[in-house]
């Protein structure tokens, strides 16, 4: 069957604005993944990214007339589910044969619900879809019935049907590598704090998180692995076909198993691929220690980014982070020691939180002293813990389109605010936040020594304007 797969363009608030020059234009990995395994297949699947080729609606319209498609998948990030929506009901004014299929983190959170509220969408697919898929194929070209694909939720007539859950894929090496010819990659680059040299490409070497932080859309999901070979062979690619300079592993928890990540750093410097790229990665304080921290750095790492989320233990107690302040800490200082940068995402309006609370957040991603701190605004995503406790108070909206973390940048309120906070006023301690800790004379000079080309100063540049853009610099009151 001929198939798009379509990543919607990302048109609200502060990504609308300056997030296009300064945000990321990152690889869409989902839609890769999964048309790589259609087309491996006999299927004929293409990918759309409209953010990062600039399409808009009206292009859209004229691909999906030419294209002759049999169906149209389309990415359902939680701030995207308008933009998904409207082209669903673009695919189905074209034409209502069609099939519209959703998947990602939204429809996977709230799989009933998001078929319920929106007559244009035929399937919504529940979690890694690449089988899923294929199976609805079949299911569309007679071979199968729809009942009978695990991992879905199809409007039949008028009722909506939810089948039986899909196993999790236990061998993620089944799955072939992604074929990033079908996106056009000289258009992607990562935000500019996240990289130091381009090309700079994104690879998922994990899936899933067996730990349970309250606000976390991946909490619980298990973890499984692909293999070291498999991991370096995906990366020799993007160095021999795609000229890779550096590269970003965004699993969630990339050290939790530590053997793996200790044999993946040997498999990276018996092939010398750490004489030819750098690369990054997202972790968790309690998942490094000294001796494989110089083990990364030998091959390649230059940087580690932390979840610390809150900077009192009462804050992240209260999310479940199930680490101590004095294991961030320590983290952070080890990372130092060994030579590597750091990052740290902080969480700001958490539950329960005052604006004092926010404000020891922030002397707290201070103290510990990364190279960037990201300072996000806490949102409740649907389907997390975090979900369900605010929604029993009562006071998360269902306004898909506002559900963005960085919030304090977009003109619509937030989302959901902590009991006693207002949305203006943790809107301004975002903003307050990111003033606070950049703009201190020592990151100023430790920024300005680390520019050693004109690309970099060029980025600093733009970083330092997005920032200069909001807000009065001053703690909210
Ligand atoms: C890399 C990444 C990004 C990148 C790229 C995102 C992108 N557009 O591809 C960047 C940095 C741009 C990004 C931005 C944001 N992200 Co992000 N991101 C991730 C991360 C770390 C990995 C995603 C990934 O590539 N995974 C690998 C692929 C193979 O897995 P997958 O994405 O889950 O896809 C599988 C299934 O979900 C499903 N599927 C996915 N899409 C589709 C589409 C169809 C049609 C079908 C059938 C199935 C399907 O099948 C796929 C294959 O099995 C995840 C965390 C995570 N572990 O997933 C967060 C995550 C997806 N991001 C999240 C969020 C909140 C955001 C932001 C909204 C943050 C913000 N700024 O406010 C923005 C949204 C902007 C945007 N355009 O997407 C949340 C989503 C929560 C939600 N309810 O929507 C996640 C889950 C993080 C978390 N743990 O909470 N993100
Ligand atoms: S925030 Fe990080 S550690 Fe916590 S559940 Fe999510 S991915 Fe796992």
């Not at 798009?4 to 690889?27: I, T």
């Not at 294209?67 to 929506?85: E, F, H, K, R």
């Not at 909506?160 to 196993?167: S, Y």
């Not at 999901?221 to 076909?241: F, I, N, P, Q, W």
Request: aromatic share 8%; glycine share 8%.
């Amino acid at each position: 069957m001929k198939i798009l797969l379509v990543m919607p363009s990302v048109d609200n608030g502060y990504w609308k604005k300056l997030g296009k020059k300064v945000g990321p234009r990152s690889e869409p990995l989902s839609l890769l993944y999964i048309a790589t395994y259609l087309n491996q297949n006999g299927h004929k699947a293409e990918i759309v990214d409209c953010e990062a080729e600039g399409i808009s609606l009206e292009d859209l319209e004229e691909n999906i007339r030419k294209g002759n498609y049999d169906c149209v998948g389309v990415a359902m990030l939680t701030p995207l589910y308008s933009q998904a929506v409207n082209i669903c009901k673009l695919v189905k004014k074209i034409n209502s044969k069609i099939k519209t299929i959703v998947g990602g983190s939204h429809p996977t959170l709230r799989p009933k619900g998001t078929v319920d509220d929106e007559e244009s969408i035929d399937v919504a697919a529940i979690g890694e879809a690449e089988l899923t898929f294929l199976d609805l194929l079949d299911a569309f070209e007679g071979k199968k019935e729809l009942k009978d694909v695990d991992g879905i939720v199809f409007r039949n007539g008028k009722e909506v049907i939810q089948n039986k859950e899909r196993q999790k894929i236990q061998d993620l090496d089944l799955l072939p590598i992604p074929d990033r010819s079908l996106i056009k990659m000289s258009l992607y680059r990562p935000s500019v704090s996240y990289y130091r040299r381009l090309p700079a490409y994104t690879i998922i070497t994990t899936r899933g998180c067996p730990y349970r932080c309250t606000f976390c859309a991946t909490a619980k999901t298990g973890y499984r692995m692909h293999s070291v070979e498999r991991v370096v062979a995906e990366m020799k690619m993007l160095v021999d076909d795609y000229g890779a300079k550096e590269i970003l592993i965004r699993d969630d928890t990339f050290t939790l198993n530590r053997q793996r990540t200790a044999d993946l750093c040997n498999a990276i410097i018996e092939r010398g691929l750490n004489k030819k790229i750098s690369w990054d990665c997202i972790t968790r304080a309690n998942l490094v220690d000294k001796e494989l921290l110089i083990k990364m750095k030998q091959a390649g790492c230059w940087g580690m980014h932390f979840g610390v989320e809150g900077g009192t233990q009462k804050l992240i107690d209260g999310i479940k982070k199930d680490t101590t302040l004095e294991t961030i800490e320590k983290a952070f200082r080890l990372c130092r020691e060994v030579g590597i940068n750091t990052r740290a995402y902080m969480m700001l309006g958490m539950p329960g939180s005052t604006r004092e609370d926010d404000l020891a957040t922030i002397e707290f991603a201070k103290k510990i002293d990364p190279d960037w701190a990201q300072f996000t605004i806490c949102t409740p995503y649907p389907g997390t813990q975090m979900y369900d406790e605010q929604v029993k108070i009562g006071n998360v909206s269902s306004d898909w389109d506002t559900f963005q973390t960085w919030g304090g940048f977009s003109e619509t309120d937030l989302p959901w605010v902590a009991d006693g906070r207002t949305s203006d006023e943790v809107k301004e301690m975002q903003r307050y936040a990111l003033k606070s800790f950049y703009f201190r004379p020592r990151v100023i000079v430790r920024k300005m020594t680390n520019i050693d080309n004109l690309p970099i100063l060029r980025k600093y540049v733009l970083g330092a304007m997005a920032l200069a853009a909001g807000g009065s610099g001053r703690a909210p009151e």
